[in-house]
């Protein structure tokens, strides 16, 4: 669905943080023909947007005040409270609600609606899981926590940004603690991604090369993370494709070939140090998943 149809009639929003981020949300809201109020710490970032219709305020205290809604998208919290902490901002915002997009973790965000409450401000929290190309497109996702009925009634300002919007508990911290273990997969994920290119290269096979049988490896993925979650959930170890101790073989054959050509091979000799911890543990013919159980153990 268009972003466009979302639209209710001359809905307002202000947007702090101008980044790649901010300017996406600000450009999608414009887009949608919600009247749309910018500021940003460094001037100047905002040309583009004005020039679509966004009003640029002067300061801070004066974007926060002209909306009901105030969505915040900064680089960190300390980033955002270094904006609404200040005494000006703050007694704007009170009466308000502000929802704050910036990626944190948990502990950040509850810390973040216990300030808000403590200065009269409605809060609810919320994180942001695909790029800035998706804003404004049906592939958009974005996950929220906190007040509940909060949430509903901004979500109709909220849905011109097109995408799918999801609250996942009044915990508040619930939505960074998403974000957190899926930006977890995303790096681990990335970062083996690229160590394989490194050694791929190394033995002569280009990027692009390795590209079709490595999208068939990302193909996979989906139907195993699916078997892996029933199996953590219902804590079912026992293999039935592939136990740790034919695993972690096969990781060595990866750490050996990495070393072979000089190549640091700490992210992989990770992997394979927690599947021989299970292993040493006795649980060699568990699957890979025994190694979620155990991390999860008191140290
Ligand atoms: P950045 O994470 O680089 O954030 C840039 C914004 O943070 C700018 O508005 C910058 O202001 C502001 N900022 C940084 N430090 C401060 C400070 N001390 N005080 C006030 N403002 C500050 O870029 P993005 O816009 O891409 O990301 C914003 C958030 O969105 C991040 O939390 C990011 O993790 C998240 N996100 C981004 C995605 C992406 O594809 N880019 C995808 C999903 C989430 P200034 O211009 O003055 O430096």
């Known amino acids: 669905m268009s972003?466009?149809?979302?639209?209710?009639?001359?809905?307002?929003?202000?947007?702090?943080?101008?980044?790649?981020?901010?300017?996406?949300?600000?450009?999608?809201?414009l887009a949608a023909g919600v009247a749309t109020t910018v500021w940003n710490r460094t001037p100047g970032r905002d040309g583009e947007l004005v020039a679509r219709g966004a009003v640029s305020a002067g300061s801070a205290a004066e974007a926060v005040?002209?909306?009901?809604?105030?969505?915040?998208?900064v680089v960190d919290y300390e980033a955002a409270d270094s904006v609404l902490h200040r005494p000006e901002v703050t007694a704007a915002l009170k009466g308000r609600t502000l929802v704050n997009l910036s990626a944190d973790v948990p502990s950040r965000?509850?810390?973040?609606?216990?300030?808000?409450?403590?200065?009269?401000?409605?809060?609810?929290?919320?994180?942001?899981?695909?790029?800035?190309?998706t804003i404004g497109t049906p592939h958009g996702v974005f996950i929220?926590?906190?007040?509940?009925?909060?949430y509903e009634a901004h979500k109709p300002v909220l849905d011109a940004l097109g995408g799918t919007h999801t609250h996942l508990g009044e915990d508040v911290g619930r939505a960074a603690a998403y974000d957190i273990a899926l930006l977890d997969i995303w790096w681990t994920a990335m970062t083996g991604y690229m160590h394989a290119l490194a050694v791929a290269r190394a033995e002569g096979i280009s990027a692009q090369e390795l590209l079709p049988f490595a999208q068939g490896i990302g193909q996979i993925l989906p139907p195993a993370f699916a078997d892996a979650a029933v199996e953590v959930d219902n804590g079912t170890?026992?293999?039935?494709?592939?136990?740790?101790?034919?695993?972690?073989?096969?990781?060595?054959?990866?750490?050996?070939?990495?070393?072979?050509?000089?190549?640091?091979?700490?992210?992989i000799r990770a992997a394979e140090g927690l599947g021989r911890r299970a292993i040493g543990l006795g649980h060699g013919g568990d699957e890979l998943t025994r190694v979620a159980e155990l991390l999860g153990r008191p140290v």
């Open 237 to 267: 170890y026992a293999a039935t494709v592939n136990p740790l101790t034919s695993a972690v073989s096969t990781m060595a054959h990866i750490v050996h070939t990495s070393e072979a050509h000089g190549i640091d091979a700490s992210v």
């Open 3 to 29: 972003a466009h149809t979302h639209t209710t009639p001359k809905t307002t929003v202000t947007v702090i943080g101008l980044g790649p981020m901010g300017r996406a949300l600000a450009g999608a809201f």
């Open 65 to 73: 005040a002209a909306s009901e809604l105030t969505v915040v998208c």
């Open 144 to 150: 929220y926590s906190g007040q509940q009925d909060l």
């Open 109 to 133: 965000a509850r810390e973040a609606a216990g300030w808000a409450a403590e200065h009269g401000v409605s809060y609810f929290d919320g994180a942001i899981m695909t790029p800035t190309t």
